[in-house]
């Protein structure tokens, strides 16, 4: 079975290269995309290392002057009718040598640091050569993984805790999860603006399986809020529908100090190693004071507008245990959470047993490898190796009886969504070949 499924996930690695970056999917996301170059650099570091270097520059390359890391690199190749919003939506203004209209103006998870980390500790498999190259790219990337980080802990800390606030459901990269019901509810949904501006998803893409037409224009209406004002992020919170802050995405910014940590100790970075340990702590302590419900056991998105937290229980919430230093009883909770009819492994995008689980569409329900990854990422850094375990052959079976979709229906395992979708078939290879524990992680 692995070598039938390592082969099939090379073959969509292939099949996804675009010269110089990956697309997640050639029909239905035929750019690059943030934390889908982190997914993918795990899985290329086997099958191809020059690829996963090159895929991090190319985005990295395309940073904002700011720090910011756009969430989708435009490639401008293609036409802008094959992507809605596309660059000259976004208009997006030349910045430092990249043209206008090159990028989106919003970010995604920072797990870059998390991916070189990876890409670079597999280089010594690959012989001398490689690792030389792996270290001369850590170096390059160093800095703008730093200034990644101060972008998302100083120009987005809107609640003043330490913590980044995604300022649109697509920051996320789960887009359409429950838990930004709360906070749309406060978001117009203007429909009209789909006339105006006519999705593309839909043609390539099940609409039973995609946010309804409600949820996008409010996506729609939030870029438009933000591009008003050229995407600054100065009084923000005064003058934008949508602020909050996400269990997971914090989660993967205090896993990039700590990759960081260890990045910087390879480059002889002491004092900067022992700075980037300190602020892991300090968001890990921001993220259980501000979104641990003691009542759930779990953690959920708190809502900056209206300073509460989200009621949905949705697998975002399962992400704080990337962190080693997080409190046992937030460990169990989660644990709890995760093993609980509500989730188990592996974890769907939301409850299981809410009223409003949907198996089908997107963020709601259907089971997503990468969450899935991160979770089993979680149970390591906790030593919970046999659980880790659990989940990583529950995840390979699923991948390897249903092919290499971008997400499953969560009771038959069904794919959904684009057939060969490339962050399935890296993490596909990692989940074959790495058995390791993160350097960090607590004793078992
Ligand atoms: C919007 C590319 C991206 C992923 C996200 C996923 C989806 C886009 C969309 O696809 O988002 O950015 O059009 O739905 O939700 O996680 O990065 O694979």
């Known amino acids: 079975m692995s070598a039938e499924l390592w082969n099939s996930a090379a073959v969509v690695l292939e099949t996804n290269w675009s010269g110089d970056h990956m697309v997640p999917s050639r029909r239905l996301y035929p750019h690059q995309w943030s934390w ?30 700011d720090g910011r890391v756009p969430h989708i690199v ?28 090159g990028s989106t103006g919003i970010v995604q998870p920072p797990l870059h640091a998390v991916a070189a980390w990876k890409v670079y500790r597999r280089a010594s498999a690959h012989g001398a050569a490689c690792v030389q190259e792996a ?44 838990a930004w019901d709360a906070a749309m509810a406060g978001v117009p949904a203007d429909l009209s603006l789909l006339t105006t501006y006519r999705r593309r ?34 009084d923000l919170l005064s003058r934008h529908d949508f602020a909050v802050e996400c269990p997971s995405f914090n989660a993967i910014l ?3 100090e700590l990759a960081l940590a260890q990045i ?48 949905a229980r949705c697998v975002s919430g399962l992400m704080p245990l990337l962190l080693p230093d997080l409190p046992a009883e937030q460990v169990e909770g989660v644990l709890a959470e995760a093993r609980s009819a509500r989730f188990g492994f592996p974890a769907p995008s939301y ?26 990422r979680g149970l390591l850094v906790h030593g919970l190796r046999d659980e880790a375990e659990e989940l990583r052959a529950a995840m390979v079976r699923l991948v390897h009886q249903h092919g290499h979709f971008e997400y499953f229906h969560p009771a038959t395992g069904e794919g ?7 962050w399935t078939a890296a993490l596909a290879l990692d989940l074959l070949a790495d058995r390791s524990v993160p350097a960090y992680a607590r004793a078992a």
């Open 135 to 178: 270290r001369a790219e850590l170096e390059w990337l160093y800095p703008r993984l730093v200034a990644q980080q101060d972008y998302l802990t100083t120009r987005r800390n809107l609640g003043g805790a330490g913590l980044a606030s995604i300022v649109h459901p697509w920051e996320s990269g789960l887009d359409n999860s429950p």
């Open 36 to 65: 889908d170059t982190a997914f993918i650099a795990i899985g290329l570091a086997y099958v191809n290392p020059g690829r996963a270097w090159r895929d991090l520059r190319s985005l990295f390359e395309a940073q904002w002057p």
């Open 201 to 234: 998803d839909l043609d390539v893409a099940d609409a039973a399986h995609r946010p309804t037409d409600r949820d996008y224009s409010r996506y729609v209406g939030l870029v438009l809020s933000y591009r008003a004002e050229s995407y600054s992020d100065t």
């Open 416 to 422: 959904l969504g684009a057939p060969t979708f490339s």
């Open 254 to 256: 205090g896993a990039a």
């Open 351 to 376: 409850d299981r047993t809410a009223a409003d689980f949907d198996t089908m569409r997107y963020w709601r329900g259907p089971v997503w490898i990468n969450v899935n990854w991160l979770l089993r």
């Open 74 to 101: 435009f490639d401008p190749a293609t036409a802008e009718a094959d992507y809605f919003p596309g660059p000259a939506f976004w208009g997006v203004p030349a910045y430092g040598a990249r043209p206008a209209n």
């Open 264 to 311: 910087a100790g390879v480059l002889g970075r002491t004092a900067e190693a022992a700075v980037h340990r300190e602020r892991a702590h300090r968001i890990t302590d921001a993220i259980v004071a501000r979104l641990w419900d003691p009542r759930s056991r779990t953690f959920h998105a708190r809502d900056l507008r209206t300073g509460t937290l989200s009621p």
